[in-house]
């Protein structure tokens, strides 16, 4: 699977942006996608997941209520709306994609991922 995301820009705090991550590889529709953000000096953090379906979501703690997951089987796109956005955001965001088993309700570990897109950044000024 390659994956290519795009998006990103500057957004003032309190707006918003819509992160998109197209797919390629004929395994996209059975894949768990997630996302996952890096600000400077950070380690890569946990964003969100979807599973395969799309039925099933999972957020991290510091953007529960603000950001929302989900999926296009049939674009093999996966997006990620992102609002009420505050400075601390500001991270380069990537797209990533694992093997289709996943337990509902947890968050996937930077160790899981099969594979990672570029990266988009996302800049949140106040």
């Known amino acids: 699977v390659q994956l290519q995301a795009s998006g990103g820009g500057l957004a003032q705090a309190g707006g918003c942006l819509r992160l998109?991550?197209?797919?390629?590889?004929?395994?996209?529709?059975?894949?768990?996608m997630s996302w996952f953000r890096q600000a400077p000096g950070k380690e890569r953090e946990f964003v969100a997941v979807?599973?395969?379906?799309?039925?099933?979501?999972y957020y991290g703690e510091s953007v529960k209520g603000r950001f929302t997951i989900s999926r296009d089987n049939g674009k093999s796109t996966v997006y990620l709306q992102m609002n009420s956005l505050k400075p601390e955001d500001t991270a380069v965001y990537y797209c990533?994609?694992?093997?289709?088993?996943?337990?509902?309700?947890?968050?996937?570990?930077?160790?899981?991922?099969?594979?990672w897109g570029q990266g988009t950044l996302v800049t949140v000024s106040s």
């Open positions: 998109s991550c197209a797919a390629s590889g004929r395994t996209f529709s059975t894949s768990v």
């Open positions: 979807i599973n395969w379906s799309g039925r099933s979501t």
């Open positions: 990533a994609a694992k093997g289709a088993l996943y337990r509902v309700g947890t968050p996937v570990a930077v160790d899981e991922i099969d594979y």
